[in-house]
């Protein structure tokens, strides 16, 4: 029998209707941090500037306190950058997707068995 590495499964947190936070939205958030812009991130996740922004409006909404503060452009420049609260949803989404995992490890492995051996 062949076995199949098993790829890194992703978790998603979906509260309620409105609140979803996966590993897309947490990748653009980290990107922000380093790129100090919205416009840096995008391209750093590859993702349009236009994307990029509609979801950063997206998670700052979804949050009672801002994730991401962004400041316009002009003379001096613009720029984002991730609040003290966005440092601790990161921390707290990848403390929880480490828990889950671990939680179902056997059992992933497992399920890994039924997939299609490539």
């Given at each position: ?23 897309g ?55 984002a ?5 966005g ?7 990848q ?24």
């Amino acid at each position: 029998m062949t076995k199949i590495k098993l790829q890194n499964p992703m978790i998603r947190l979906i509260l309620g209707n409105t609140v979803s936070l996966g590993p897309g939205k947490i990748e653009l958030i980290n990107a922000i941090g380093t790129a100090g812009s919205i416009s840096g991130a995008a391209k750093m996740v590859g993702m349009s500037y236009r994307r990029a922004w509609n979801l950063v409006d997206s998670i700052n909404q979804d949050f009672a306190t801002p994730v991401i503060i962004t400041s316009s452009g002009g003379k001096g420049g613009g720029g984002a950058v991730v609040s003290v609260i966005g440092i601790e949803i990161i921390k707290r989404y990848q403390w929880i997707e480490a828990k889950a995992l671990a939680s179902v490890k056997d059992d992933l492995e497992e399920f890994q068995s039924y997939l299609q051996k490539i």
